[in-house]
């Protein structure tokens, strides 16, 4: 018996996360899935309809329009803060003085709440109000930078204000990449004569395979979960042209007495979750195990 | 001879280190830019929360205060003193810190427990179990709020502080079990199996010798889980009473104002104010959260 | 013998007994509620003393946000997990909505309303506003009546440019491009969903008609909706887009009203909560500024705010709801809450000579349109539709609004975005 525990203790000791994580992830999902397929208006109701809410989802411009949005943002979104969050780390990386000063100014947005960077940006972007009246006031007058109030454009002042808050925390995770990286490897490709942009590109990055899971998936679940930061910024205008999936999730939820309909777009959210991340993860926890 | 290589030696050597300088000059420049991006919303918070509204309303976005008043930021703490019913942050803060601080503690906890059992005792589908907690990372929050609720009202704790913890609990799990997970995996067994041998079970070797090499990584899921929690609004609004809400509700409640007079010098005071916990931690453990990150927690 | 004196006393003691209870018990009422800052906390501050004067136990429960947004979700939640505040601040057709899932039942403040004979102190429509199970119970309590469709002019920017305040949507084109050639913004708008339906629903009044508006907005007609007077509507909304500013898009509506102010744009239609920035800046209706109706043929666009009183249990919290429902309907309550918040009393017989300019206006205005058949419930602020009809409307309009979506297109849209919803 006491061989049994011993055997079992570390199944034993996961298995209450677990089983919190199979009630309130899986059993909630499934309870949605299940949603999806009745005639929910307000409240919960528990009549089953099938498909019939995924249909007229389908149908709705406003969801073409928010899985279009959050197609662009995610990729520019993800590529943006990736690519500034090397570009900073490798700068920083170079044994500057004040480092430990510009790591906390490039850090701290993370810690805001989005009225802060909701509010704070909107007025920023605002053509009346922030950087175009500056230029303006400047002396540039014909100086202008509307996209917050340009229907095409206002996805990419969401994409501003997104990588503002998190490019910061994917610099950190490179900069302790790049730290733990030895320094002989560097030193014996100087000694080979490799120059200092080669070694990076060819060794260093490589190296950090890792990282860059990590940062996907954090900024992944960022992007999947934009609710917050487009409502304080352009609540899904001008009119609904920056509307994402979060975002019309809730508002068919809560505002519009639409439940089922909510329901079975949290059921899309969910699928593409399963079919870009688990692949993904999956692929890179085998490597893993291999190279162990 | 020598004396014509040794300058040409000294000509490259300057043109290499004016060379060097540009490039150092280069990095400085965009380096100062890229902190113009990141500082500029603070600057313009703050700055708004030392300005009168009708500067706020006549003046443009970045001008300084023409006389700095710290009026706002005394009503956004501690209200108006007449009774007019408002909002100001003062006792939400403490309701903030009484959520945050169990549920961070116990999620770290059972992450911790649970990113040990993952990795130094391998079973068949571990890998399979792990992926299972991560996708939890991905769950939009409003998707699960209605069965949340009905949960929380089964047990009866759907209007309190016990059950946010348990909210925040719930969904930290993820995040934390992966954090200790890709932390404890880079560790080498080795130090696990000369422990085994010597006769250590389980748990004393998780007390032992794990948690005291785990410091970077438990400051990074600390550090997270507080961000996290504090910040929160959807739960914080959707299962508390009004005077035990968090402090977030309650900025929520000075800030947005339906068809009332907006004060956006008070309002930048109160998200500054309620913003301060965090900051701190990010300005004081900055040093900690790269060097736990440096230690491997989150490389996977 | 024996047996007797002890039945009597039995039922001594039974009679006593019965008797001493009800007055002891406290009221208690959580309530729902976003207004949380400025004069709207002031407003509600009346309430809640008066609630407390009664006896009453008042716990707070704000949740502020987007003319309530954050706290629909709230107030979900909460039914959802079997525990609903006493009162919540709902209005318009939702009342009868929640009432449908089953929650509002047994409509316990009934009683008070009967015992106060609310059906003599509120207009038809109103009363019908507050009636759960199919119109003949109380299970809410309004507390004012707002008008939407109000035009806010700067009177001085009007006096320059040789204008007056426009009685016909044509005569308001002609001023606005007399004002746009003398650079200033004719129209300041906040262009956020609601804003805009807001403009539109004035307009849709003034041009189709009071019974139009009631035929194409409340009863969701499918001819009025795509037909040629709804173009004809959605053409009018084009040129309004052409009266604003660049930075229309997103902007709160209070910076709007600031712009009015200042001098910097003339007009602005919004509901007469606009009154408090005027009068907060210390201007006065008449010499400073214009507060007229939106040219139409006497029509009055109404949002009643009230409180939902939903089924409970507990005596404690059962007595709170009927003792807020009574404090809610109270003449002096009602006279008070409603100075402060901009707004007229929901009670008829609260006498209006504290009131302002703009308010008494409103006052006669409303007991005309009464009469007449012009007063209608806003769509834009819920008084009107569901929310899924009125959120699919809304999507249509800004839509309409922030593009350069021909006429005919947005009428089509608007009987496809109805027609789905349905």
């Known amino acids: 018996m006491f061989y049994w525990l011993q055997k079992n203790l570390p199944k034993l000791v996961i298995a209450p996360s677990f089983a919190v994580i199979l009630w309130f992830v899986y059993g909630f999902i499934l309870w949605t899935v299940y949603i999806s397929m009745t005639n929910s208006k307000m409240l919960p109701r528990y009549d089953f309809v099938g498909f019939k809410q995924h249909i007229r989802l389908w149908s709705q411009m406003r969801w073409y329009t928010a899985v279009e949005n959050l197609l662009i943002f995610t990729i520019l979104f993800i590529v943006i803060c990736i690519l500034i969050g090397i570009i900073l780390s490798i700068f920083l990386d170079q044994k500057i003085r004040a480092e430990g000063f510009l790591r906390t100014i490039y850090l701290y947005p993370m810690a805001l709440s989005f009225i802060v960077t909701g509010t704070a940006w909107k007025w920023i972007l605002n053509p009346t109000m922030g950087i175009e009246k500056l230029f303006i006031d400047w002396g540039f007058t014909n100086f202008t930078f509307d996209w917050l109030v340009n229907r095409d454009m206002s996805i990419y002042t969401i994409v501003i204000a997104a990588v503002w808050q998190s490019s910061g925390f994917v610099m950190a995770l490179f900069l302790a990449g790049l730290r733990s990286i030895d320094d002989e490897i560097i030193k014996a490709a100087k000694i080979d004569g490799a120059g200092l942009y080669s070694i990076y590109i060819t060794i260093i990055l490589p190296m950090m395979r890792p990282v860059f899971m990590s940062s996907i998936v954090i900024l992944l679940h960022i992007s999947i979960k934009s609710y917050d930061l487009v409502i304080a910024l352009t609540a899904g205008g001008p009119g609904t042209s920056s509307d994402m999936p979060a975002v019309y999730m809730t508002q068919m939820a809560f505002h519009r007495s639409e439940i089922g309909l909510a329901s079975a777009s949290a059921v899309m959210m969910f699928l593409t979750v399963l079919a870009i991340v688990v692949p993904y993860l999956y692929s890179e926890l085998r490597r893993q195990d291999a190279g162990r | ?300 | 013998m024996y047996k007797q004196v002890l039945k009597l006393s039995a039922g001594f003691l039974l009679a006593a007994g019965l008797s001493a209870s009800p007055a002891l018990a406290g009221g208690e009422a959580e309530v729902l509620h976003w207004w949380t800052s400025g004069g709207e906390a002031k407003a509600l501050k009346v309430l809640k003393d008066d609630f407390a004067k009664k006896g009453g136990t008042w716990k707070d429960m704000p949740v502020a946000g987007g003319g309530g947004d954050a706290a629909n979700v709230t107030l979900k939640a909460r039914i959802v997990a079997g525990d609903p505040p006493t009162a919540s601040q709902i209005k318009g057709p939702t009342i009868q909505e929640y009432d449908d899932e089953g929650v509002v039942a047994p409509y316990y403040i009934d009683e008070v309303a009967q015992a106060e004979n609310w059906d003599s102190l509120l207009s038809p429509q109103v009363a019908n506003h507050m009636k759960c199970d199919g119109f003949t119970k109380y299970c809410a309590a309004p507390v004012n009546i707002h008008r939407i469709d109000w035009f806010w002019a700067n009177k001085k920017v009007l006096d320059a440019n040789g204008l007056k305040m426009p009685t016909s949507w044509d005569e308001f084109n002609a001023a606005a491009t007399k004002l746009q050639a003398a650079g200033i913004i004719p129209f300041a708008h906040g262009g956020q969903p609601w804003q805009d339906a807001t403009v539109f629903e004035a307009v849709a009044l003034g041009i189709g008609g009071n019974e139009f508006y009631r035929k194409a907005i409340v009863e969701l007609d499918m001819d009025a909706l795509g037909g040629s007077t709804m173009v004809k509507i959605f053409d009018q909304m084009r040129k309004l887009q052409g009266f604003t500013d660049k930075g229309m898009p997103g902007r709160d509506w209070n910076v709007a009203t600031g712009m009015v102010m200042s001098g910097k744009a003339a007009f602005q239609i919004m509901g007469d909560w606009a009154k408090g920035e005027f009068s907060n800046a210390g201007l006065k209706p008449g010499i400073d500024f214009y507060c007229l109706p939106t040219p139409s043929n006497h029509g009055y666009l109404y949002n009643v705010d009230s409180f939902i009183f939903y089924g409970m249990k507990g005596k404690n919290k059962i007595e709170g709801q009927k003792m807020l429902a009574s404090s809610i309907m109270g003449k002096n309550f009602q006279k008070i809450f409603n100075i402060y918040k901009g707004s007229i009393p929901a009670r008829l017989d609260v006498p209006m000579d504290e009131f302002d300019m703009c308010a008494k206006g409103s006052a006669s205005d409303l007991k005309y349109a009464a009469m007449t058949g012009g007063l209608l419930p806003s769509f834009a602020h819920g008084m009107a539709l569901r929310n899924a009809q009125k959120g699919a409307i809304q999507d249509v309009i800004t839509e309409h609004f922030n593009s350069d979506m021909s006429s005919k297109e947005a009428a089509k849209r608007l009987v496809r975005a109805v027609k789905d919803t349905l």
């Open chain 2, 1 to 300: 001879m020598q004396v014509a290589d040794s300058m040409q030696l000294e000509a490259l050597e300057r043109s290499a280190s004016r060379k060097r300088t540009f490039y150092r000059w280069l990095l400085f420049l965009i380096l100062g830019l890229f902190g113009i991006y990141y500082l500029a919303p603070l600057y313009v918070m703050i700055v708004t929360s030392l300005k009168s509204m009708e500067e706020i309303r006549q003046g443009n976005l970045m001008t300084l205060p023409r006389e700095i008043m710290f009026d706002s930021w005394k009503t956004a703490w501690s209200g108006r003193g007449y009774a007019a019913g408002d909002v100001f942050l003062r006792p939400f803060f403490w309701n903030s810190i009484k959520m945050v601080v169990p549920a961070v503690a116990i999620s770290t906890f059972f992450g911790a427990l649970n990113g040990y059992a993952l990795t130094k005792w391998r079973f068949k589908g571990d890998n399979i179990l792990f992926l299972l907690f991560l996708f939890g990372c991905f769950i939009p929050y409003q998707a699960i709020l209605l069965p949340m609720a009905r949960t929380l009202g089964f047990l009866g704790i759907s209007n309190s502080i016990s059950g946010l913890v348990l909210v925040h609990t719930v969904y930290g799990l993820s995040f934390t079990t992966m954090f200790f997970r890709n932390y404890y995996i880079s560790i080498p067994d080795e130090m696990i199996k000369a422990a085994r041998i010597d006769g250590a079970g389980f748990f004393k070797i998780f007390f032992k010798v794990l948690l005291p090499i785990s410091a970077p990584v438990i400051v990074v899921t600390v550090i997270w889980q507080f961000t996290g929690i504090w910040n929160d609004f959807l739960f914080g609004s959707s299962f508390s009473f009004g005077e035990a809400a968090p402090i977030q509700v309650a900025l929520n409640n000075m800030v947005l104002t339906s068809t009332s007079v907006k004060e956006y010098n008070v309002d930048m005071a109160a998200a500054f104010i309620a913003g301060i916990p965090t900051l701190l931690v990010y300005v004081l453990a900055g040093k900690y959260f790269i060097r736990g990150l440096t230690a491997g927690s989150v490389k996977g």
